[in-house]
């Protein structure tokens, strides 16, 4: 080998010896690509062979024999194993090859349909990855009748911290109880996700619950979790486990489950109903939840039907400490952005999506006193600018303020020559905002029409936007925007010398100086407007656009 040679190879020797680079690498690389590359390159075999084989996703391919060869051989670099065909497993241990075990190094585990043809197979897999930390488990049968072993090996799971029974349609109660005993000193996440029955696999959980709940008419008071009764009502008192987060995604779930759960997860502070069908709750359900898992910090309804404004209200105001709150496609109001405002200061992340009748004053208000605000998700959401206007010059007037409704201007406003201060947004570290702003001058008074055109509301818009210096997911649009004058927002690029241009949307150069930390943006340019991509591809080439593939 010449000394060029050697030296080139000495050099990609050491950038495929950076872990971090590797895996930068790997991540734009297709799989057959990284394969490709390991049957050519050294280097390449030793810094992404574990990459390659950290997830395997059983498909048809584990039916090859090469694949199956391959499997025998690195196995042990597998730390992700997702089956979902019945023979998957057997499939597995059949590809011996002089091994008394396969797999046994992982760390994830979704396993296929159990039934007692490979149930065997399974409970071996499972004792040979004691270490697993999250496992999905699909009964076909009634458990409680055939599958003890299985049941037994999951409870050995001494450091499992997530379980999942989803798509399952025969769980019985007391294999849910034996389960949780068992892990109870690791397990922190259940999930019952998918779930298409009508009714729960186990009921409204009164057996699981074991008379937690009140009985009717008899007194009810919680200490540490605990539920004590009248002396005169005997009861069973069963203990409560530690799981942190439930997961009811796309399941047919009665109030009483989920209070019947909730009584056994005190600690609970991740709930998530997304999709949820049937799901009615009577007025006092929110604050009995909130009594049994007070310290509920993520909460999500997206996609829920059943709920309407007043009853999302309720929800939001039983829990003070909520942190994330997600309600895209859901009938979230005024009523609800009024109990988030109120109650929920320490809001970081709020999803509403394809909300509807949220009033441009509600968000104002928002945007001014949840100043821990870092993502807002309110695409297809229309804002009326001229609304956020008259609401931010204002001025709130009382607690009941914000319930009432709308603020007036102070009368100095119509005075032109008075000086007009408004209150400024305070959610400063706000990271990503997606929304729609438009402008429908039908809320302001004709003095107030000519003192807030729609050139000023642009400018009252960017204004605000241009504190928001750690912005990094920007998504916004809206008539406002696309407005005729949209140039005569007052911002433009003198005295910048790379800048010799006319473009289109000067906005798109504006942004990217204000906005370090940008990384996406959607909605401020056309999609065949060739010179703002020409120049974005340019000076800001780590910007993407619209709906690329963010890194």
């Known amino acids: 080998m010449s000394l060029l040679g050697q030296d080139r190879s000495n050099a990609v020797a050491k950038v495929f010896s950076l872990p971090e680079i590797c895996q930068r690498i790997a991540h734009v690389l297709d799989r057959s690509t ?6 050519v390159s050294r280097a ?10 950290y997830t395997i996703d059983a498909g048809k391919h584990w039916h090859h024999p090469a694949f199956r060869n391959s499997l025998s051989k690195h196995s042990g670099l597998i730390r992700i194993l997702k089956c979902s065909r019945y023979d998957d497993i057997s499939l597995l241990f059949n590809t011996q090859s002089n091994k008394d075990t396969l797999c046994e190094n992982l760390l994830t585990l979704v396993l296929p349909k159990t039934t007692l043809i490979n149930q065997k197979d399974h409970v071996r897999l ?10 999905s488990l699909t009964f076909h049968d009634d458990p409680s009748s055939h599958y003890s072993a299985l049941v037994d090996a999951v409870g050995e799971l001494r450091f499992l911290r997530r379980l999942a029974f989803d798509e399952n349609k025969t769980l019985q109660v007391s294999t849910l109880e034996t389960i949780l005993t068992q892990c109870n000193s690791s397990l922190q996440e259940l999930s019952f996700k998918g779930t298409h029955a ?10 699981f619950a074991s008379g937690l709940l009140p009985i009717a008419s008899a007194p009810e008071q919680i200490t540490d979790g605990i539920r004590n009764l009248s002396q005169d009502t005997e009861i069973e008192i069963k203990g409560s486990f530690g799981i942190l987060s439930l997961c009811m995604d796309n399941v047919a779930c009665t109030q009483d489950l989920l209070l019947n759960l909730g009584s056994r997860f005190p600690l609970l502070n991740r709930l998530s109903l997304r999709e949820s069908v049937e799901v009615y709750f009577s007025q006092d359900f929110p604050e009995r939840l909130a009594r049994r898992c007070p310290k509920i910090k993520y909460l999500d309804i997206s996609s829920t039907e059943d709920m309407d404004d007043d009853t999302i209200a309720r929800l939001i105001a039983s829990f003070p400490n909520l942190q994330t709150f997600r309600a895209s496609d859901t009938r979230f109001g005024d009523r609800s952005l009024v109990a988030l405002i109120e109650n929920c200061r320490d809001l970081t992340v709020l999803d509403i999506g394809a909300a509807y009748g949220i009033q441009g004053h509600m968000v104002q208000l928002l945007f001014e006193r949840c100043w821990s605000l870092r993502r807002l998700d309110a695409w297809n959401v229309s804002v009326n600018v001229a609304d956020m206007i008259k609401e931010a010059y204002g001025g709130v007037k009382g607690p009941s303020a914000i319930a009432s409704g709308r603020q007036h201007l102070d009368t100095s406003v119509s005075n032109h020559n008075s000086p007009i201060t408004f209150r400024q947004w305070a959610c400063h570290g706000i990271e990503s905002l997606a929304m729609r702003f438009d402008y429908d001058a039908c809320v302001l008074t004709e003095d107030e029409q000519r003192l807030f055109p729609p050139s000023k509301a642009r400018i009252f818009v960017y204004e605000q936007l241009s504190k928001l210096s750690k912005l990094k997911y920007l998504a916004i649009t809206g008539s406002l925007l696309d407005a005729e004058d949209q140039y005569e927002s007052g911002y433009t690029n003198e005295g910048d010398e790379e800048d010799d241009t006319s473009f289109d949307v000067p906005e798109i150069m504006w942004m990217s100086k204000n906005w370090p930390s ?9 999609e065949d407007d060739e010179l703002v991509i020409e120049w974005l591809r340019e000076h800001r080439p780590d910007i993407s656009l619209d709906d690329e593939e963010i890194d």
């Not at 499972?126 to 496992?135: C, H, M, V, Y």
């Open 44 to 53: 390449c075999n030793a810094a992404w062979l574990p990459i390659l084989w």
């Open 518 to 526: 940008l990384v996406s943006i959607q909605g401020l340019h056309e």
């Open 198 to 207: 009508y009714k729960h696999p186990f009921g409204s959980g009164e057996e």
């Open 34 to 39: 990284i394969a490709a590359c390991l049957r």
């Open 126 to 135: 499972l004792l040979q990855n004691p270490q697993l930390r999250d496992l």
